[in-house]
């Protein structure tokens, strides 16, 4: 794994995009399902109002690359232990207010599809909340009820590790998919309307939330096993489960799942998080500050590029339809994001090889953020 220090000149050279792409861009409502650009608030005290030569994503490169709607993921890692998560959630949750307080002009929370249409149409930024890691409600259903109120709609059943109730798809299963609580908690996300996002699950917790689920389901950020074999990623017949279902997957561009050629990075990214030390309080905080500062003071050199995003794009669409595909990069999530997609920014770098491979503009709407405003509002209500 070759890395490099930021602000080296190590980054593709930009094609120019043409008009055509750009303009779609920007009629488009963008939605990206899952960014981590949170935790650089929370840790650098980063004011996403301006343009930042770090990180993938603020207010002026959402623009400029037409994701309206970001998922902003409140992402606690799983080395924060029971009550010490929630409190993570918590604080990742006042990071967020704190830029939404700062910019009510700019952007404004969003927690339903009727919302997202509204704030984008006010030509401000639709910020839509999710929580990673069902971990963080520390195996309990009032703390979760929270989350939803704190204006919370979607949560992912894992992250990296197994938890009480869930196996993960990066861990040894315990569980054997859900347990019985963990049936109850997507009932409740249900109850509330709050979006299951599978990914990161174990294939058994996969298949046994759709079992139970009585919605729609997304998977927010993950790609094609068929083209990259990493375990994140979603294989066929999971495809066709979920299409069945009525849910979306957001392809990511994360390293390792685009490419199988960048795989040892994304494991190496994986460990670190799992073999850290058992710390609380201040200390933790200290150490997951260390980890955030790590993850943004290198860029991973990767082979992919934006054509690779796009074979993903078009196998899910061939294998689940295009009703059931969209984007969920994993910006400012990743160390590595595909050589042309090198922030938000660069957006319409992929609009532009999805209508040279001709698809129709309506089709391209729909990756951008048409599929997941059907599947918020059949979630949410509105
Ligand atoms: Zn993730």
Known sequence: MKTTTLGSPEQSTPKKIPLRARKLAAEAIGIDSHIDTVQRVLVMGEDLGKRWDVGHVDIPRLREGGTHAPFFALW???????????????????AMQSMLDAHPGEMELATTAADIRRIVKAGKIAVFLTVEGGHTIDDDLRVLRMYY???????????????????????NPVHNGLTDFGKEVVREMNRLGMLVDLSHVADKTFYDALDVTSKPVIVSHSSMRALSPVPRNVSDEMLRALARNGGVIGISFGEGFVNPKDAE????????????????GRALDDYAAEDVRTLFGHRVKVAATVDDVANHIDHAVKVAGIDHVGIGSDFDGVSGPPNGLDDVSKMPALIEVLLERDYAERDVKKILGENYLRVIREVTGK
């Open 76 to 94: 606690v890692p799983v080395y924060f232990p029971g009550a010490e998560a929630v409190r993570r959630t918590l604080d990742l949750r006042d």
């Open 149 to 171: 109120q704190l204006g919370v709609r979607s949560m992912t059943l894992t992250h990296s590790r197994n938890n009480n109730w869930a196996d993960s798809a990066t861990d």
């Open 265 to 280: 990075a994304l494991e190496s990214a994986i460990k670190t998080e799992t073999t850290a030390p058992l710390l609380t």
